[in-house]
């Protein structure tokens, strides 16, 4: 029973054709972007909780990384952050700056290995649970509409327009789509 529902934890993370078909069938709009890169990052916190899931996410980021440098093998055959973001990065023709995310990244790409999206690569590379769960945490605050936060690239978290990580004021508003 616990392996086949780790498979639909594992299902619910889709490759990259199916959710820019998403996307698509979505209307190609800002907010439906967010939303399914939200679902996506949604679906992996899932796969984190899950024990067996976890595990075999983590063979599957151990094999990938171990034989397919360019990441190339898109899920499940593969894993590669981007594809958590991938709506947001189709939205904008992958100008980061562009994006919400990145143009609050100091337009840095989400590739970056210290960026909100990009930070997830060391994290699952370590096999770090606890720690790709609290970056997890930080990517969602990323994704809220209502937060609205930039990145610290050093800290590796979400803070307000004052730079600091209080909720009360210097929430900074979207740059574009």
């Known amino acids: 029973m616990q392996r086949a529902s780790s498979e639909l ?6 490759p990259r054709a199916s959710i820019l078909r998403c996307l698509e069938q979505a209307g190609g709009e800002a907010q ?45 055959h593969g894993f590669e952050e981007l594809l ?24 840095h790409s989400c590739a970056h290995p210290d960026s909100v999206f990009g930070r997830l690569a060391p994290l699952l590379a370590e096999a770090d649970r606890q720690a790709v769960r609290a970056h997890i945490s930080e990517v969602e605050r990323m994704l809220d509409p209502a937060q609205e936060r930039r990145w610290d690239l050093v800290a590796h978290r979400a803070i307000d327009g004052d730079g600091d990580d209080d909720d009360d004021d210097g929430k900074i508003g979207e740059a574009g789509p």
């Open 9 to 14: 934890l594992l299902a619910a993370l889709l």
């Open 32 to 76: 439906a972007a967010r939303a399914l890169a939200a679902a996506q990052v949604a679906a992996l916190r899932a796969i984190v909780d899950d024990d067996d899931a976890w595990q075999r996410l983590s063979a599957v980021v151990r094999r990938g990384r171990a034989l397919d440098s360019w990441l190339a093998y898109d899920w499940p």
């Open 84 to 107: 958590l973001c991938a709506p947001l990065c189709e939205l904008v023709s992958f100008e980061c700056a562009r994006c919400t995310i990145g143009a609050r990244q100091q337009g």
